[in-house]
C-alpha cells in the first residue's frame, strides 16, 4: 500500500515570489508520482508526473518537481507564481502495477496575494 | 485534447433513494476508476475497473455501492440507498496503458 503525507494544508505566497509545496511519500514498491491541481468548483487537472528516466518533471505552466528516491519526496517548485496559481494542489501516488489506483494527499491550498 | 465527461454535474436526492452517477472515459481507454472528495477532504479512491470486472476496491465501496459498464462507451456508478455522508463530489478517471490518469469534472451529489 502507497501512503502521501502532504504536511502544509495551506501555504500564502505573495505574488512573483518563489513557493515550494511539499511532498512526501510512503511504499514498499516502486513507484509513480503525480501533481494534481484544483481550480475552485472544478475537477482536478494533470499538473506533472514523475514516471522515470530524468527526476526533474516540468510543467507548462512553470511549475516543476524533483523525484528524490532516497527522502521519498516530490516536492512542487516555482520559481515565480501568479495570482492565477491560486488553487488546491494535490500530490498522488501509484504503483507500477496493472491497474494502479491513485492514491492521494490531503492537499495544499496555496494562495497568491498582491 | 480528450476528455472524460460526466453527468450530471449536481444531484441531489433524498436519503434512502438511488442515484446512478454517469461517465464517458475516453474511448481508447482501458482503466477506470471512481474517487470521491467530500467538501475540503481529500480526494479518496473507491473502486477501479479493468477487463470488465472490479480490480480493486476501498472499504468506503461497501454492497451499497455499485459499477457496470453497460455499453462498452458508459461508466457507471450507482448508489442503492443513499445516506446524508455520501453527499460529496464524485470523480470518474480513466487511463489507457500509460500512466496518464484523466479525470471528469465531477458530478456534485448532494443527499437530503
Known amino acids: 500500500a502507497q501512503s502521501v503525507t502532504q504536511l502544509d494544508s495551506q501555504v500564502p505566497v505573495f505574488e512573483e515570489a518563489p513557493v515550494e509545496l511539499r511532498c512526501n511519500y510512503s511504499?514498499?514498491?516502486?513507484?509513480?508520482l503525480f501533481w494534481y491541481v484544483q481550480y475552485p468548483n472544478q475537477g482536478l487537472q494533470l499538473l506533472l508526473k514523475y514516471l522515470s528516466g530524468s527526476t526533474l518533471v516540468e510543467s507548462i505552466n512553470g511549475f516543476e518537481a524533483e523525484f528524490n528516491k532516497s527522502q521519498t519526496s516530490f516536492h512542487l517548485r516555482k520559481p515565480s507564481v501568479h495570482i492565477s496559481d491560486t488553487a488546491e494542489y494535490f500530490c498522488a501516488v501509484s504503483s507500477t502495477g496493472t491497474a494502479s489506483k491513485l492514491t492521494f494527499g490531503t492537499g495544499t491550498r496555496l494562495q497568491v496575494t498582491l | 485534447e480528450p476528455e472524460v465527461t460526466q453527468t450530471p454535474s449536481h444531484q441531489v436526492t433524498q436519503m434512502g433513494q438511488e442515484v446512478i452517477l454517469r461517465c464517458v472515459p475516453i474511448?481508447?481507454?482501458?482503466?477506470f476508476y471512481w474517487y470521491r472528495q467530500i467538501l475540503g477532504q481529500k480526494v479518496e479512491f473507491l473502486v477501479s475497473f479493468y477487463n470488465n470486472e472490479i480490480s480493486e476496491k476501498s472499504e468506503i465501496f461497501d454492497d451499497q455501492f455499485s459499477v457496470e459498464r453497460p455499453d462498452g462507451s458508459n461508466f457507471t456508478l450507482k448508489i442503492r440507498s443513499t445516506k446524508l455522508e455520501d453527499s460529496a463530489m464524485y470523480f470518474c478517471a480513466s487511463r489507457g496503458q500509460g500512466f496518464g490518469y484523466t479525470f471528469g469534472s465531477g458530478t456534485r451529489l448532494t443527499v437530503v
Open positions: 511504499s514498499s514498491v516502486s513507484v509513480y
Open positions: 474511448s481508447n481507454h482501458l482503466y
